[in-house]
C-alpha cells in the first residue's frame, strides 16, 4: 500500500516570507500524480497544485510551486511572499486516493 | 461553485441509530467518493463509486455501506452508529478518476453520544 507522509504537523512563517511544506510517500509505480490541497477554517477543501510523476518540470500556481523529486520520493510544497490568508491547513495526496496527515501553516502579520 | 452539495452540514446522533449521509452533485462527473477527516489521520478513504452501481471499498470502510442509484447521488449509511464514527465526512467528485484531483463538498461533521 501506499503512503504519504507529512513531516511537520505544524509550521509558521512571517507574512511576505516564503516557507516550504514537506511531503514524502512510498510508491512502486512509475507514472501517478500527486496534489497539494488548502483547507481553510471555512472547511472547504481547495486544490492548490498538481504534478504528474511523468513531467520534469516542477507545476507552479502563482505564488505556490512545488520541488518534485521523483528518485527521493519527495514533493514540497513553496509558498511564496505568504499571505494571511494562506493560514490553513495543507495536505499532500496521491492518486491512489490517499491523503497525508497535514500540515497547519500559521501566518504571522 | 462546483456544483457539489453534502447534507445535513450537522448532525448529531445517538449510537446504533442508523445515519445516512448525502452527497449530490450537477456536475455528470463519473467518480464520487466519500472521506472522513479525523485529526492527526488526515482523509481516510471509505468507499468510492466508479459508476451508477459500482462502488467499491476504501482504506476504513467497516461500519459503512454506501448506494449511487443515479449518477448525482452518493449516499452513505452508518447502520449503527458508533462514537468512534464521530467525525467530518467529506463528498469528493472527479470527472476522471482520483489522477486528475478532487473537487470536494463541504463536508458534514457527525457527532455520535
Known amino acids: 500500500a501506499q503512503t504519504v507522509t507529512q513531516s511537520q504537523p505544524e509550521m509558521s512563517v512571517q507574512e511576505a516570507e516564503t516557507v516550504t511544506l514537506s511531503c514524502t510517500y512510498d510508491?512502486?509505480?512509475?507514472?501517478?500524480?500527486l496534489f497539494w490541497y488548502k483547507q481553510p477554517p471555512s472547511r472547504q477543501m481547495i486544490l492548490v497544485i498538481r504534478?504528474?510523476?511523468?513531467?520534469?518540470q516542477n507545476a507552479t500556481e502563482n505564488r505556490f510551486s512545488v520541488n518534485f523529486q521523483k528518485a527521493a520520493k519527495s514533493f514540497s510544497l513553496k509558498i511564496s511572499d505568504s499571505q494571511l490568508g494562506d493560514a490553513a491547513m495543507y495536505f499532500c495526496?496521491?492518486?491512489?486516493?490517499?491523503f497525508g496527515a497535514g500540515t497547519r501553516l500559521t501566518v504571522k502579520p | 461553485d462546483a456544483g457539489i452539495t453534502q447534507s445535513p452540514r450537522h448532525k448529531v446522533t445517538e449510537t446504533g441509530t442508523p445515519v445516512t449521509l448525502r452527497c449530490h452533485q450537477t456536475?455528470?462527473?463519473?467518480?464520487m467518493y466519500w472521506y472522513r477527516q479525523d485529526p492527526g489521520h488526515g482523509l481516510r478513504l471509505i468507499h468510492y463509486s466508479y459508476g451508477v452501481k459500482d462502488t467499491d471499498k476504501g482504506e476504513v470502510s467497516d461500519g459503512y455501506s454506501v448506494s449511487r442509484s443515479k449518477t448525482e447521488d452518493f449516499l452513505l449509511t452508518l447502520e449503527s452508529a458508533t462514537s468512534s464514527q464521530t467525525s467530518v465526512y467529506f463528498c469528493a467528485i472527479s470527472e476522471a478518476g482520483a489522477g486528475y484531483g478532487y473537487t470536494f463538498g463541504s463536508g458534514t461533521r457527525l457527532t455520535v453520544v
Open positions: 456536475e455528470n462527473h463519473r467518480y
Open positions: 495526496a496521491y492518486s491512489d486516493m490517499r
Open positions: 504534478q504528474e510523476a511523468y513531467k520534469q
Open positions: 510508491t512502486s509505480e512509475s507514472d501517478y500524480y
